[in-house]
């Protein structure tokens, strides 16, 4: 049985749409629509104030590793916030200016692992592949 994670217009960078407005599913869609959910400020979107968590704005803070853990922390409730994610163990570290979180998500479709780097100007997915 396969399950369906379902489609939408694809973000490579989490932020901006596709100029063709390609579609994108699977892993890929459910990582990038994770990924935005990573780089949208909460309360952003008129029709869901509780969206997102924008963790471009701790960039500049000075992180220690409890920071880290408690950011771990903050991006688990976001990720499992997606009705497709059963759950999500995050790691977030900080790479040199950038914030990286690499997490194992649990769906109905299976495993698969995200791997996301988000620094002031941009937020790159690494990695989106079944576990």
Known sequence: MTTDLGTDIATPDAADLDPYFAPVSGWRGLGQALARRLVTPRGSLLDDPSYGYDLRSRL??????????????????????DERVESAAPVVTLAGSALRVSARITTAAGPFRLVLAVGSVTAEILATEPV
Not at 64 to 80: F, Q, S, W, Y
Request: proline share 5%; no cysteine.
């Open 60 to 81: 500049n803070d000075s992180l220690t590793p409890a920071d880290l853990a408690a950011l771990g922390a903050v991006v688990k409730r976001e990720l499992e916030a």
